[in-house]
């Protein structure tokens, strides 16, 4: 059979080779045809189970092509400590902020239906940074000082000051946090987040990876549904990111928010997100910028 499909193949058939053979001429030429069948077969298959996945895939399970949504905006407010936003939590109609820069750092609150604004300082030695409320306390991160800072709040209608709780401790740097299914995440500016408990107890690591490549400089984090969104560091794009398999779901284009805010300062990026989830509005800011941005997102 072998040596028959080489004749053919190289269109030199040998007749004694035929007359020889206890098979007829015919015969070699149907198996011919049926090997010419496989070969298609075997180089077409790849290419149909290729064009099927395609089809058939899914925003929830695939990151290799990561849809691209524009935001845009809906209601402007304004940012009312034009602080260096670290950590930004939508709570009774109130954006609460985390501000950062060592000897500025703060913890503000302003209210969006009225004109209430306050805000409580941070001591010198803390460069605050990421912000997230579970169980009636506020949990703000530190940069390179490994302590989460701690406050009580009883009613989510509660005015600064806020009563101090003890810190804890975490190791590493401290960038952005949030809080999903009680469990509290947390950034610090690679392309890992960190699931700890309240306590601070460290309970895995996820990988964030957008098209198969990993995703650094991640910062503020803020839990939307079953999701986690983040801010980049230098990046006007937002990523929606599953919080186990680690895959980036989907891309928000941001630059429209930031062209209308014309930031001045290289050090003004982006960065600030709060949800509100009766709404569906969120809320997006920036360091030092002058607005708070009010737009929606699509979700797998």
């Given at each position: 059979m072998y040596k028959a499909q080489f004749y053919f193949n190289t269109s030199q058939a040998n007749s004694t080779f035929f007359e020889e053979s206890p098979y007829s001429f015919y015969t070699y030429i149907q198996l011919f045809s049926i090997c010419k069948v496989f070969i298609l077969s075997a180089l077409l298959l790849p290419l149909a189970l290729f064009s099927n996945a395609e089809a058939q895939g899914s925003l929830t399970t695939s990151s290799t092509n990561s849809p691209i949504q524009n935001l845009t905006i809906q209601k402007i407010f304004p940012h009312k400590s034009r602080g260096f936003t670290q950590g930004l939590v939508f709570l009774n109609n109130q954006l609460w902020e985390s501000n950062g820069l060592y000897g500025q750092s703060s913890l503000c609150v302003?209210?969006?239906?009225?004109?209430?604004?306050?805000?409580?300082?941070?001591?010198?030695?803390?460069?605050?940074?990421?912000?997230?409320?579970?169980?009636?306390?506020?949990?703000?991160?530190?940069?390179?000082?490994?302590?989460?800072?701690?406050?009580?709040?009883?009613?989510?209608?509660?005015?600064?000051?806020?009563?101090?709780?003890?810190?804890?401790?975490?190791?590493?740097?401290?960038?952005?946090?949030?809080?999903?299914?009680?469990?509290?995440?947390?950034?610090?500016?690679?392309?890992?987040?960190?699931?700890?408990?309240?306590?601070?107890?460290?309970?895995?690591?996820?990988?964030?990876?957008?098209?198969?490549?990993?995703l650094n400089r991640l910062n503020e984090l803020e839990t939307i549904g079953p999701y986690i969104l983040a801010n980049r560091w230098f990046d006007t794009n937002i990523y929606l990111i599953h919080p186990i398999t680690g895959s980036v779901l989907r891309t928000y284009n941001a630059q429209p928010l930031v062209a209308n805010e014309s930031p001045t300062d290289n050090n003004s990026v982006l960065n600030g997100l709060a949800y509100d989830s009766s709404t569906g509005n969120l809320y997006i800011t920036g360091k030092n910028w002058k607005n708070i941005y009010q737009t929606k997102i699509s979700l797998p």
């Open positions: 302003q209210s969006l239906a009225s004109n209430y604004f306050s805000c409580q300082k941070i001591p010198d030695q803390y460069f605050a940074e990421g912000l997230a409320y579970l169980d009636s306390v506020f949990f703000q991160l530190t940069w390179r000082e490994g302590k989460a800072l701690r406050y009580s709040l009883p009613k989510p209608n509660s005015t600064l000051p806020l009563k101090t709780l003890p810190a804890l401790n975490y190791a590493g740097e401290g960038w952005g946090l949030t809080v999903l299914n009680k469990k509290l995440y947390l950034s610090n500016g690679t392309d890992t987040l960190y699931a700890y408990t309240s306590s601070f107890k460290l309970i895995k690591k996820v990988a964030i990876k957008l098209g198969g490549q990993a």
